[in-house]
Nanobody, 117 residues
């Protein structure tokens, strides 16, 4: 099981930026597809961004052009740079790790992002 710990959440004004980070425990971190999900009050958890072991990325339509996912394999970390934040981005953000063969998904504990003036 991969242990994941998120950090970097907080309160920010509309139009502001935040950078989330996720630290993973696995030495073979490089084989996993990593992702960021979010869950707003009263809504289902949704995929925000993902990045494969080869560096291929994908984004939800709602965040394209504003969010950027990246990974640092040498340090077992994944990042989510969030720019031009909107109130509708308010949610708990979760880091995920998906095994390429078993497709098992491990989750972090989540970090709160609140966008409000």
């Amino acid at each position: 099981q991969v242990q994941l710990v998120e950090s970097g959440g907080g309160l920010v004004q509309p139009g502001g930026s935040l950078r989330l980070s996720c630290a993973a425990s696995r030495i073979i971190f490089t084989i996993y597809t990593m992702g960021w999900y979010r869950q707003a009050p009263g809504k289902q958890r949704e995929l925000v961004a993902r990045i494969t072991s080869g560096g291929s990325t994908g984004y939800a339509d709602s965040v394209k052009g504003r969010f950027t996912i990246s990974r640092d394999n040498a340090n077992n970390r994944v990042y989510l740079q969030m720019n031009n934040l909107k109130p509708e981005d308010t949610a708990v953000y979760y880091c995920s790790a998906t095994h390429p063969t078993t497709l098992r998904i491990d989750w972090g504990q989540g970090t709160q992002v609140t966008v409000s003036s």
